[in-house]
């Protein structure tokens, strides 16, 4: 299993950026798909961006056009560009990773609280 470690969460006012970085503990060439999720309070976890080996890219649609997920495959790690931060991007988030049998693992979440 591969263990991922967040960072990069916090609290930054409405219009703000933020970055959160996953790192993964083995190469992330032996991984298929990365992508992050977010899971605000009452609510269900929900899908926020993947990206795939074949470089594919996939986005929420309240997030399409703020956020750009990318990768480094030197640093085994995996980004979340966050811009134009709105209170309702408000939530946990997690990095999750699948790798080409299909196994998923997950973080252990890193908040992130946009409020002025």
């Known amino acids: 299993q591969v263990q991922l470690v967040e960072s990069g969460g916090g609290l930054v006012q409405p219009g703000g950026s933020l970055r959160l970085s996953c790192e993964t503990s083995r190469s992330i060439a032996s991984i298929n798909a990365m992508g992050w999720y977010r899971q605000a309070p009452g609510k269900q976890r929900e899908l926020v961006a993947v990206t795939t080996s074949g470089g594919s890219t996939t986005y929420a649609v309240s997030v399409k056009g703020r956020f750009t997920i990318s990768r480094d495959n030197a640093k085994n790690t995996v980004y979340l560009q966050m811009n134009s931060l709105k209170p309702e991007d408000t939530a946990v988030y997690y990095c999750?990773?699948?790798?080409?049998?299909?196994?998923?693992?997950w973080g252990q979440g890193t908040q992130v609280t946009v409020s002025s």
């Open positions: 999750k990773t699948v790798d080409y049998r299909q196994n998923a693992s």
